[in-house]
């Protein structure tokens, strides 16, 4: 074991406060051993993307530290919105040692990462991760040879099991400056150090080695470059006309960068590697390739589809619904709490705000905790289970091809899927996609056509019950819609598109105390949104109901309720509180039941998913893309939701079904 | 030398330098992937997309990208020698 004292500028040695910063490819486990060294969760999925910003935590093994976790970053200098993200843990946060956690079935491809972080100069201990996936392969490591040849630690781990994780602590706490170089071709090298030696006479305390400052600014790394600009402005144009004598007539500087550091990731990674035998054998991988067959691929697709509306639509929205709503608070809670109050409430509107037909208790609560909750819960526990599983990724390639239809490739579908879940976690989760056109069609199409899980599970819930046709008939129309609107958008939003490249981790079968792990702290999230705005709509249903605005609003609306749309003027109520939420809406919707027939709902549930976003997903998309196009996206679903319901209410009526 | 998304399933081929018309960015992710020059990988699919497996990983790729990597020898899983194109 190497054992290195840090020593801060003054040469005492440094013990608290320090950070660590874990660092990796995506999809290589950096979430989990982030739990494993903090006990902070954060949103762990095994495809790429799920961490979109830094999270940090105290350290569990040292008194005082800080450990974050970065972003997945395939390579650097950075490209991608993730990389550079990275890239300014690594500039802005002063890292005293990081923590490489590395996917062990990869080791060249890992060791390239590497060796890319060992130019940083900054302390360094490798955690070959999923060490027991690489064991199923027969990717047998030599740890010991490894880490001699890269001149630091090297820890075998599995942080699902936890297994490594103590020495990887203890390990970070004494990690030492790697010495291990790559051997750049001429004239590159003599470059490197030119750049070097000039950073060095200019930039007394850099964040991390000069020499890492001077490869990275050759790349292109956007991060580093605005960084000397900050930093070094004087010198900027005279570096920048070094980089640029360099490359005319040549090859980029990034690609010879790139490929020296493959090219000694092999070298390296070759003797530390053993037993390998092919993969092609194993069951996961048969299961894998399976799901992406051409023809297997569409009943496995409508196997996972029809599991997930059992789950969700029949268990969740029918079975638990009719015991949380029907049975407890219908025949037991809210007959008890309307009693309370009607019985002790001081003043009639105070009992009326209470338990009243606009009630916080009757109607805001009752909606979140026996409506929602079981739809929500059932929702995530299915959707935890499949993105465990490796299924989503397979899913992006077999959806790519439909996905180019409208500007996007099938990357897409993880925050499409995503937002079934929550529509306003998923815009944040478009940072994934590579450009900003390809964020904000995928931003429009959610805001416009993706139901989240509350909605989805109302309108399981609702049309399910009628017949699975109708039920068919809302996914056929919402799929139009978006086919349609996505054509139009990527022909009017200028850029071009980006094809699909992208890595198919191993099919699994999910950890439940993961899953479960997970459907927790995503429900706690929800909750916490929805409840105050559950309770925050039903009091300005029931403000606008007290002060005589609600019978006219659903008065002015009739025409085009009753009229265009084709439903019962009470209907107008519920897309009042659509403009709340979507789901509060749908919910409203499915509370009238009886009253509405197989069509009218069909309609409805159309118009409501294709209604305005909710409150948090429009201030989230204000954040990601800016206030005037998220006033322009609302101005435009309006009008389309209610075109498309009046529509279908016109071709029900042309097959006689209306 | 032919492109990658014409190498039948279940074939090992040898990568060869891409074409020059392959952009810049594509050449950085492919590297940082293991994809160079040099390097065997098995070719998993066609269909939908190219699916290559590099190291243990399994690779999706684009019809656009693959029939711009290209290979320079290759052989069939079951036994058959390498051949050069």
Known sequence: MRSCTLIDDNGAPVREGKTYALVGAPNVGKSVVFHRLTGAYVDVSNYPGTTVEVARAAARFEAGATVLDTPGALAFPSRSDDERAAMRALLHENPGALIQVADAKHLRRSIAITLALVETGLPLVLALNMSDEADARGVAIDAGRLAAALGIDV?????????????????????????????YPQPLARLIDVIEQRLTERLPHPPFAHRGLAILFLGRD?????WLAVH????????????????????RLAHVIARSRADAAGRLAAPSLSGIHPANTMRSTTLGRLVLHPVWSLPILAGVLGIAYLLVGAFGAGTLVGLLEEDLFGGVINPAVTHFVEAHAPWPWLASLVVGEYGL?????TYAIALVLPIVSTFFLVFGFLEDSGYFARLSVIANRGFARIGLNGRAVLPMVLGLGCVTMATLTTRILATRRERLIATFLMALAIPCSAQLGVVMGMLGAIGLAWMLGWVGVLVAVIAGAGFLAARLIPGKRIPLVAEMPPLRWPVAGNVLKKTGGRLHWYLREVIPLFLAGTFAMWSLDAV??????????????TGWLGLPKEAAAAFVMGFLRRDFGATGLFAMGASLSAAQALIGMVTITLFVPC???????????????????????????????????????????? | MIALD??????TARLAEPEPSLASSFRELLAAYGLV??????????????????????????????????????STLRGARPVSA
């Open chain 1, 155 to 183: 820890v075998r781990t599995v942080a699902t099991t936890g297994e490594g994780m103590r020495a990887v602590a203890h390990h970070a706490a004494h990690a030492c400056r790697p010495t291990v170089r790559v051997p």
């Open chain 1, 548 to 561: 005589g605005a609600l019978p006219w609003i659903i008065q002015r609306a009739e025409p085009l309720v």
């Open chain 1, 361 to 365: 208790w009757t109607m805001g609560m």
């Open chain 2, 37 to 74: 020059p040099g390097h065997l990988v098995t070719v998993v699919a066609q269909e939908p997309m190219t699916v290559v497996l590099c190291d243990h990983v399994e690779l999706a790729i684009e019809r656009d990208v693959a029939a711009k990597l290209r290979v320079d020898a290759w």
């Open chain 1, 615 to 658: 409150i948090a997903s429009v201030l989230m998309i204000g954040k990601e893309h800016g206030a005037l196009r998220a006033l322009l996206m609302l101005a435009l679903i309006m009008p389309t939701a209610i075109l498309v319901g009046g529509l279908v209410r016109l071709a029900l009526a042309a097959a006689g079904l209306a």
């Open chain 1, 222 to 226: 956007p991060e580093v470059e605005a």
């Open chain 1, 232 to 251: 070094l402005p004087d010198a900027m144009r005279d570096l920048v006309l070094l980089r640029e004598d360099a490359e005319r007539g040549g090859e």
């Open chain 2, 6 to 11: 014409r190498v039948p399933a279940g074939t």
